[in-house]
Nanobody
């Protein structure tokens, strides 16, 4: 089992910045990729950014150049630095971890609210 705890959400004005953190515990040795997803009211959950154990990253087109995902393996924590925030970034942000087991298992955090005011 893997437990994920997010922190760092809040209310910010457009153009501002926030940094989300996701601390993993439990069977962390089994974790391969980690990522951040978000879900706005009335919309489907979507991938924001992902990072593999080797450090490869991918981003949604809507956040490229503004968001940066990083991973501190020593602290078992993944971060999402969000700059130049826009009102359309408002959503609940979820941390996600996928194990390297076969088949892979997926774990989710409880979510943290990010609200960007115009």
């Amino acid at each position: 089992q893997v437990q994920l705890v997010e922190s760092g959400g809040g209310l910010v004005q457009a153009g501002g910045s926030l940094r989300l953190s996701c601390a993993a515990s439990g069977s962390i040795f089994s974790i391969n990729a980690m990522g951040w997803y978000r879900q706005a009211p009335g919309k489907q959950r979507e991938l924001v950014a992902g990072i593999t154990s080797g450090g490869s990253t991918n981003y949604a087109d809507s956040v490229k150049g503004r968001f940066t995902i990083s991973r501190d393996n020593a602290k078992n924590t993944v971060y999402l630095q969000m700059n130049s925030l826009k009102p359309e970034d408002t959503a609940v942000y979820y941390c996600n971890a996928e194990t390297a087991t076969r088949p892979p298992r997926v774990y989710w955090g409880q979510g943290t609210q990010v609200t960007v005011s115009s």
